[in-house]
Structure formats: structure tokens, C-alpha cells
């Protein structure tokens, strides 16, 4: 008995035919990763993040001149970058957690802190991010407020100035949540078209005529059509 030879490439009309049929389970699946993304991303998911900031311009002079010279504003944008580490020094750090009585390392604190200059000035932002906004803005200011203080102590700073207090954030930093949910519910989308796919590879039944006579090798002689009650499903 000659073997029967299937066909298992799929042209593009079969590929549209298969998703038309199971488009159900296409469907599902990708509601069901849409429905999961959104419950995990919403409540288990990572807890919302408040950052608060604020400025701090510092003036160092060089000489003792009461005239501010070229030279002192350039030494000055450059020592900027020497202030921003001492701001995330253990002399800075421990006496605002002492202040604020936090339940913070000094390593958990500076984790919290972000210091840079900003556009080469001698202007430094320092933000602090938390779960809590209240201790987000109340760190930033405190922060400040040592700096300012000990900074005469540690260099020869004629004078520094808050420019702007750090404020209450009233919403928490991006987190993406919608992107992450539309990603869940493409990856459904992809897993559904595989599974298509895979039922389709799997599945040895003779479709058509045609296929029957591509396999066979004979030609059709007549095509039982089907009952009502197969057309409607049932």
C-alpha cells in the first residue's frame, strides 16, 4: 500500500482560514493575559514613587576681594561637582537622619538621593525618592539645610542660598503601567497565534477535496456535504 504523503506547508489562505476558525480561542487567550497583566501590574506591581527636589546655589571665592571675579564663578562651577559628593557623605547624611529620627542606613538613605548640577552652573538639585511623599520633600529640605550649614566647616564657601524648597509631589513617578499591560496582551496575542498554529501542525485531518485528492493520489468522486446540524455547530 503506497504511504500517504501530508502536506504540512501552510500557503497563506490556509494560515487566514485557521485564524478565522479558532479566532475564539485567539480571543480568549489574549483576554485572559490582558485581565492577569492588569491585576498583577495593579496590585502587585511595584509600590508608587514620590520624588521631591530642590536647589542649593553655592558661592565660593577664592580670595578674600568682596568682588566677584571671573575666576571665583569658573572655580566655583567646578568645585560644584566636589559639593554634590559631599552631600552624599556620612557628615551630611547622619546628622539628617538623626533630625528626621529616620529608620534609615546611611547606604538606605543615599539610595533614596539623587545629586547633580544643573547646566554647569553653581547651582546643585538634589532630589529624593520615596514611597512616602510627606518624608520625600522633608528629606530634600533637610538635606539642604545640613549641607548648607556644615559646608562652612568643610570648604571655604562665602555663602549658600536654597533656591527652591523641595514641595509636596502630588503624583507618583511614571511606572508604566499601561505599556506594561499592552505588553501582556500582546505576548497573549503571540501565544494564542502559536497555539493556532500548533493545533493546525497537529491536526491529519482531510480538510477539502483537493487536499484529499493531493494526498491520495485519486481523484473525488463525490463530497458528502454536511447535516444541518453539523453547519450550525452543534
Request: net charge negative.
Amino acid at each position: 500500500m503506497e504511504e500517504m504523503h501530508y502536506e504540512n506547508e501552510m500557503t497563506l489562505e490556509d494560515i487566514f482560514k485557521a485564524l478565522r476558525k479558532r479566532w475564539l480561542l485567539i480571543v480568549s487567550v489574549t483576554l485572559m493575559f490582558l485581565i492577569g497583566g492588569s491585576v498583577f501590574v495593579i496590585f502587585f506591581g511595584p509600590v508608587p514613587q514620590y520624588q521631591s527636589s530642590t536647589t542649593v546655589l553655592v558661592d565660593y571665592r577664592g580670595s578674600e576681594n568682596e568682588v566677584l571675579t571671573q575666576n571665583d564663578i569658573n572655580l566655583s562651577q567646578k568645585l560644584v561637582q566636589t559639593y554634590t559628593e559631599i552631600i552624599k557623605s556620612l557628615t551630611i547624611l547622619n546628622p539628617v537622619i538623626d533630625e528626621l529620627d529616620l529608620d534609615l542606613t546611611a547606604n538606605q538613605l543615599l539610595n533614596k538621593i539623587s545629586v547633580s548640577q544643573v547646566n554647569e552652573t553653581e547651582i546643585i538639585k538634589i532630589s529624593v525618592t520615596d514611597q512616602d511623599p510627606i518624608l520625600a520633600r522633608d528629606i530634600a529640605n533637610t538635606l539642604a539645610d545640613v549641607f548648607s550649614k556644615e559646608i562652612f566647616d568643610i570648604m571655604k564657601v562665602d555663602s549658600t542660598s536654597v533656591l527652591d524648597e523641595a514641595v509636596l509631589p502630588t503624583t507618583p513617578l511614571s511606572q508604566n503601567k499601561a505599556t506594561k499591560i499592552a505588553i501582556a496582551g500582546i505576548l497573549g496575542l503571540m501565544v494564542s497565534v502559536g497555539l493556532v498554529f500548533l493545533m493546525e501542525y497537529l491536526d491529519r485531518s482531510i480538510k477539502t477535496p483537493d487536499e484529499a485528492e493531493s494526498i491520495l493520489g485519486v481523484p473525488v468522486l463525490g463530497v458528502i456535504p454536511k447535516s444541518k446540524v453539523e453547519r450550525k455547530g452543534y
